[in-house]
């Protein structure tokens, strides 16, 4: 999975998961991007794991409802909005954009794990609502509609 084009990716999920029984559990290692994980989900993958959340956290990108966040960025100096308008977890609900590029700026360690809680927040949530469009049989049509929102792979 890891360096592959993502279209390579998916052609192998697909071929593996012909071979595993459905009733086994599916694991997919290093699949890390939002938009990877719902392709993946929709070949019959289970599982997942990735360093992407945290170790983009650490530098300061941040997966956002409205896409990807560059917290150095200098538009934010000033910026008394939360990460994410749309998120709900403790860096979104106390810190400001301002606050957290300023301890990315001065070297502070709790940046980088700020900005990692909430990426980890945004895949818990993400994965939440697959599970429950999966419940619900609307996966395909949620699938179709998030994956044209969705582009952190080449944004
Ligand atoms: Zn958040």
Do not use: W
Not at 31 to 42: F, L, Q, R, S
Not at 72 to 92: F, H, I
Not at 135 to 146: H, N
Request: aromatic share 10%; proline share 3%.
């Amino acid at each position: 999975m890891i360096g592959e084009p993502a279209i390579l990716t998916n052609e192998m999920v697909h071929v593996a998961n012909q071979v595993i029984p459905e009733k086994r559990l599916r694991y997919l290692m290093g699949c890390g991007y939002p938009e990877d994980i719902i392709e993946a989900v929709g070949l019959g993958a289970d599982l997942f794991d990735c360093v992407l959340p945290t170790r983009n956290g650490r530098t300061g990108m941040a997966f956002t409802s409205q896409g990807k966040v560059i917290i150095k960025a200098s538009r934010y100096s000033t910026d008394r909005a939360p990460l994410d308008k749309n998120c709900g977890c403790y860096t979104c609900r106390n810190f400001s954009r301002a606050y957290l590029r300023h301890l990315f700026n001065t070297g502070e360690a709790l940046a980088g794990r700020l900005v990692s809680y909430h990426n980890i927040n945004f895949y818990m949530e993400l994965m939440a609502r697959i599970r429950n469009h999966i419940k619900k049989g609307t996966f395909r049509a949620f699938s179709r509609r998030i994956l044209r929102k969705f582009d952190f792979r080449n944004s």
